[in-house]
């Protein structure tokens, strides 16, 4: 009998069983696909590959200005397509080898659960202690935009095209919507977004949302707000607003679904457990379940690649009670900005009682940034001892000094 036995080798799968065969136990993890889940093979990395490659593109541009080049390089959008596929299978590889270093068995092939104590896979049966279910998420569906992986696509069905299409239009503007939307646009795919809400990333603090918002005017990226599809017919959408689009192809970006497989005592970790769908929120599940490390859910980072990066945790300023504040920095007070020709955004901080509560970045290398105020966060640090820190000039982490010594 094996001590647990993981169905699912995704983030949450792959971290909890490495730390719990590190510990000693007897795991087997079962994976119906490749390791690395929906993160590794259709979602996280390989939409960063994308993105970094559609930003080197677009730097062209910005070379030729100073440059004596007459004109652009054509693109050869199936060599970028080559290069994210040699990404994927490079991280996949050495994933796979660390797995199998940790004494973690597994064993590819789709899994059931007969019982609390049994898992079939391959017609064979497995004798489990604990089981423990981290069968990931799916592409939410919308009804009426059904995906046909033709003119209405997912999440999943853009990272498999061959080709660009001319314009597309995206449903959603959360993380997927806005990064497919910076990538394609960077392509020069002529982009247009959907979005029910008022603001696009709907979940960011206002004034984030705002800024994007200005800066998707700025690139000629369209979006509608406060709309969406009421009908497509012969590749026609038409929006309740009564606007008509032709585009090439829809992504349809409004989330993702629960994949749940019931089961009497066991443990349901990642994006089956329908709670925060990122990865790094089911490493922490993973971490407290092998180890008992506890994290607080409401200061899980939230970050938008590209460029500029989007990131924030904590409180927003929609949030904000009487008795807090809110500072911010422009990144065009920022040298290094100037340097990098970076200057659209800011640092945003919200304070109460003399500690940080929230940040909210746009700027470059937010993603980093954003972990300096996370630590004070949680560790409730008084901005009077973050005040002794010595930050490097020129750097973008020294905006969040120019802010502490506001006070």
């Known amino acids: 009998m094996y001590d647990y036995g993981i169905i699912g080798g995704g983030p949450a799968g792959y971290t909890a069983g ?12 079962f994976e119906k696909d490749k390791l690395g889940g929906t993160c ?29 080049i007459e004109s652009l390089p054509q693109l050869d959008f199936s060599k ?15 994933l796979e080898l660390a797995v199998k270093n940790s004494g973690v068995e597994t064993v590819y092939a789709e899994a059931c659960i007969k019982d609390k104590h049994t898992i079939e896979a391959n017609n064979k049966e497995y004798q489990i202690n604990k089981i423990i ?16 992986g033709k003119f209405i696509l997912n999440s999943d069905d853009i990272l498999a095209l061959e080709k660009l299409p001319k314009s597309i239009l995206i449903i959603g503007s959360g ?10 646009s960077n392509f020069n795919v002529e982009v247009s977004i959907v979005e029910m809400a008022e603001h ?4 960011a603090d206002t004034e984030v949302s705002k800024r994007i ?55 349901i970790l990642g994006d089956a457990c329908g709670e925060v769908q990122l990865a790094h929120y089911a490493i922490s599940q993973a971490k407290f379940e092998a180890m008992g490390i506890p994290y607080d859910k409401t200061l899980i980072p939230s970050i938008i690649y590209g460029e500029p990066e989007i990131a924030w945790v904590g409180v927003r300023e929609q949030d904000m009670d009487d008795n807090s504040e809110k500072y911010m920095l422009p990144i065009t007070a920022l040298g290094k900005s100037w340097c990098d ?27 980093s940034l954003i972990h300096t105020v996370l630590y004070a966060i949680q560790n409730q640090l008084n901005i009077k001892e973050l005040q002794k820190i010595s930050y490097a000039h020129p750097t973008y982490a020294e905006g969040i000094g120019e802010i502490l010594n506001i006070f």
């Not at 490495?18 to 993890?29: D, R, T």
């Not at 970028?80 to 991280?91: G, H, L, Q």
């Not at 993380?175 to 394609?184: D, H, K, N, Q, V």
């Open 200 to 203: 696009l990333i709907p979940l």
């Open 80 to 94: 970028v397509v080559e290069k994210k596929n040699a990404t994927v299978e490079k991280i996949r590889k050495s």
């Open 18 to 29: 490495m730390l719990l065969a590190k510990q000693g136990n007897s795991v087997i993890l």
């Open 341 to 367: 020709e970076a200057t659209d955004g800011f640092i945003k901080l919200i304070v109460k009682n003399g500690k940080i509560t929230g940040a909210h970045i746009v700027s470059k290398e937010a993603s």
């Open 213 to 267: 918002e200005r800066i998707f005017k700025q690139r000629k990226i369209k979006f509608y707000l406060n709309d969406l599809v009421e009908k497509t017919e012969n590749k026609k959408v038409t929006l309740k607003s009564g606007i008509e689009l032709e585009p090439e192809l829809i992504l349809v970006a409004t989330g993702r679904s629960p994949v749940c497989m019931p089961c009497d005592d066991a443990s």
């Open 175 to 184: 993380a997927i919507g806005i990064e497919w939307a910076r990538i394609l």
């Open 133 to 148: 279910i981290a069968t990931g998420s799916k592409p939410k569906e919308v009804k009426g935009l059904e995906f046909d």
């Open 40 to 68: 590794l093979n259709r979602g996280c990395i390989p939409t960063k590959a994308f993105l970094h490659y559609s930003e080197e593109y677009a730097s062209l541009k910005k070379i030729a200005e100073f440059t004596s």
